[in-house]
């Protein structure tokens, strides 16, 4: 019999997923050594509290508030404290130390990714990182490996199965945004503090993770344009449903020409997904991310976005992955940023448009309208009038207006002028429509 390696595995963080990770090491780590060629011992967790409750119950003396002393040794070190210090020092420190790591920490790798790969790469370690992304489901991997010989040209992605949940109560069940928060709440699904979710700042960290992937180019968070779900309210849903469509909070990561010469846009917004899309029937806070390649064409992965023992199955596929490298030998490959594409503006961006106006029911408006979006370079291919008794009870038209593909500044520029408008008297809202370009 071949004697195996004795691999040392470090884990900070003994939450949602880190006890999840935890239990299942322990359980399994006989099958998970035949696996990874080596055995896995795990030699201590690293928590603030080592008397506060915890999902599952985990040996006392493996608990430790040291988590320097836990690193110092350790040939795998696994992140999931979450946040932003003191987990970037830590994972520093591991990986000068020898470690490879394994993180599911969105927030450090879409503000401090460069710092932490560069420095694995200086020491030839590893970083992987598959429960950023997407909790469960296997984005990360495919976008690094399996995709690496094909030219990715579209990512649109639920990634956030929070605002999934909420947008998916408002149109199944006719909740307004509060009441489906509030379900959402009460089920653990949103945060206290749901702005992270809400705002689309989570969706936007996930979205900087995979363009960067895609594109082989560093993306910064502050390169992601993101809008969240505030705005959007029970009259949208009904106006989308109406017109075929259903409102998804998509993380958009695209290849484009700019005079001639490649670049990326990455954003994160509200947008109306014609209902026989894929992602249209991605319900609940479930996740799936729609990939466009230019050989393999479209593939989508679908599941678990987040959820404690979910996420765990993606953190300890890295840690097999880890393990597996480590018996192989040899150094880390290092993340792949050389195409270093430059990243448009939301200005530069062409999409379609669906703008809702409500306007005086008089003769000549629609003219004046179609008159201002035509100046604007903005080209109708839909339009729908409904007639309400509006303000004083005076006759109020609501036009819901379907573009061809605009660019983003015209439109902008185009819907302040019809704000502007004596026949407007309100623009209503105007949502990008993905997916049908
Ligand atoms: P969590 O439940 O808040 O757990 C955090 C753990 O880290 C706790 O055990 C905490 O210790 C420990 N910790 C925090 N600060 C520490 C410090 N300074 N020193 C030592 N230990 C510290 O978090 P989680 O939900 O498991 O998330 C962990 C990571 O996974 C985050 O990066 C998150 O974004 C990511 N993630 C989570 C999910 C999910 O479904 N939850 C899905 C995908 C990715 P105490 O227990 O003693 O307080």
Redesign the pocket.
Known sequence: MIDQRHLRVAL????????QVASLLLQHGDELADRAGATLELVGI?????D?P?DVDLPVELLT?D?EALILGADIVIE????IE??RGYLLEAINSGADVV??????LATHGPVIFDAADQVGAQVYYE??VA?AIPIIRPLRDSLAGDRVQRIMGIVNGTTNFILDKMDAEHLTLEAALAEATALGYAEADPTADIGGYDAAQKAAILAGLAFHTTVPLEAVHREGITEIDKSMIDAARKAGYVVKLLAVCERLLEAGEEAISVRVYPALVDRKHPLASVHGANNAVFVQAEAAGDLMFYGA????I??ASAVLGDVVSAARRHVAGGVGVAESTRANLPILPIGHVSTRYQITLEVADQTGVLATIAGILSDGGVSVATVEQTTAAGVDGAPTARLVIGTHTAREQDLSDTVDHLAASDVVTRVASVLRVEGSN
Do not use: C
């Open positions: 900070l963080g003994a939450g949602s997923v880190g006890s690293a928590v603030r509290d080592v506060a915890r508030t988590a999931l404290m979450g946040g003191p987990a993180t599911a920490n969105k927030a450090l429960a950023s909790g976005g987040a959820g404690g979910q996420t």
